[in-house]
């Protein structure tokens, strides 16, 4: 089944761009799109699995968190933004928000955080991550980001194997057919979700959970 989606963004540019996206995209239906809240009219709002939204805006973002709920009971909520801050991505988190872009992300990684969106994964553009959740002084605290467990998607399985085979991330993105960018994003969010800083604990990670196995690096000729 498509994953369906509900837009709804106070920027032009970006909610153009975005529309365009999600149509040309046969994974995805857009369902309702909107530069406000009140340019929403569907009948099917139980059936939205995706809200894209500007979270920051003052019309269309968190103030607007209560009847999103009521109107998407099923859904759940990707911001596209400008840079936020350590206290905005905090409150956003404790509004349920489970994703952050920001409007410059290009389009192979705007889709695949749509569709760790719609499994309840969270996904972070690259810089937001390095900007916020890397830097130390900006940190937020662990448990803003820990849920029952690591959830590990196919995708994230997949680099974590790449990387572990000793891939760059241009030789990654080559073979999954992805932007070298969308591979560091990728990577950036797998070691904030595993705790880990470095290629080595990545592959402690991938011989541990029987991504890869001891014995591929004893006997690979590579």
Do not use: W
């Amino acid at each position: 089944m498509n994953t369906r989606i509900a837009l709804i963004h106070n920027i032009f540019l970006a909610k153009k761009g975005l529309e365009m996206l999600v149509r040309s995209n046969s994974e995805f239906e857009l369902v309702c799109s909107g530069a406000r809240i009140e340019d929403i009219r569907t009948e099917r709002g139980s059936e939205v699995d995706v809200v894209i939204f500007n979270f920051k805006d003052h019309e269309t973002g968190l103030l607007c968190m209560k009847q999103y709920r009521s109107m998407f009971p099923n859904a759940s909520f990707l911001s596209v933004s400008s840079m936020p801050n350590r206290s905005e991505i905090s409150e956003a988190l404790k509004m349920e928000v489970t994703s952050f872009l920001l409007t410059e992300c290009e389009e192979d990684e705007i889709e695949d955080a749509i569709r760790s969106t719609h499994a309840n994964e969270q996904f972070f553009c690259g810089k937001i991550l390095s900007q916020v959740v890397q830097n130390p002084d900006e940190a937020l605290p662990p448990s803003e980001f820990v849920c029952d467990g690591i959830r590990i998607s196919q995708r994230e399985s997949e680099i974590i194997r790449l990387v572990a085979e000793g891939l760059t991330n241009k030789e990654i993105a080559d073979k999954l057919f992805i932007s070298a960018h969308t591979v560091t994003t990728h990577r950036k969010n797998i070691m904030a979700k595993l705790g880990v800083n470095n290629t080595a604990g990545l592959m402690m990670f991938a011989i541990r959970n029987n991504i890869v196995t001891p014995n591929h690096f004893l006997f690979n000729s590579n």
